[in-house]
């Protein structure tokens, strides 16, 4: 099974775009002579800050995306740590609304995930019905395609605790 990569364009365009402000804002407060000949170090220190988190937010934004193998999904998300889930985890696969955007429904695939409950994927999601199911299909094809690694081993049993009878 090859790796597939979906990214959300258009929020990877418009987060790049309002992180570039946040550098430029601290290059341009730093360009200014009058903050270094003044020694204002909490202007510098501010336009420090401006800058590293302006370059942080283009890197998470330039990362973001669904990864999708034969062990799972990694889900990155700009303003989320990273998501991992094994295909082992899932037991089911739907496609519904996630919430309105815009005043539109957002629609996207929802895993069905053991011991968690359900998990949309809205970095899939797409305003129509149809391409959010064709995404849901997509994963379910790419979940019966997966090679069974775990399949013939044993579930893990927790050892006694120690002092107990066994």
């Not at 550098?23 to 407060?29: K, Q, T």
């Not at 391409?131 to 579930?155: G, K, N, Y």
Request: aromatic share 6%.
């Amino acid at each position: 099974m090859t790796r597939v990569v979906a990214r959300p364009r258009i929020r990877i365009v418009l987060l790049f775009i309002v992180s570039d402000v946040f550098v430029l804002l601290g290059l341009s407060y730093l360009k200014n002579g009058h903050v270094i000949a003044e020694r204002d170090w909490l202007g510098v220190a501010l336009a420090c800050a401006l800058t590293l988190v302006g370059l942080l937010g283009i890197w998470r934004a330039l990362r973001q995306g669904v990864v999708i193998d034969q062990d799972g999904l990694l889900v990155r998300s700009f303003s989320r740590p990273d998501r991992t889930l094994t295909w082992d985890h899932v037991s089911s696969i739907d496609c519904g609304q996630v919430f309105l955007r815009g005043g539109r429904p957002l629609y996207a695939p929802i895993l069905q995930i053991d011991g968690v409950g359900r998990l949309p994927v809205s970095e899939l999601g797409s305003h129509s019905l149809e391409e959010a199911e064709q995404r849901a299909a997509d994963l379910r094809s790419l979940q019966a395609a997966r090679t069974p690694a775990t399949a013939d081993r044993p579930v893990p049993v927790a050892p006694a605790e120690q002092g107990s009878p066994v």
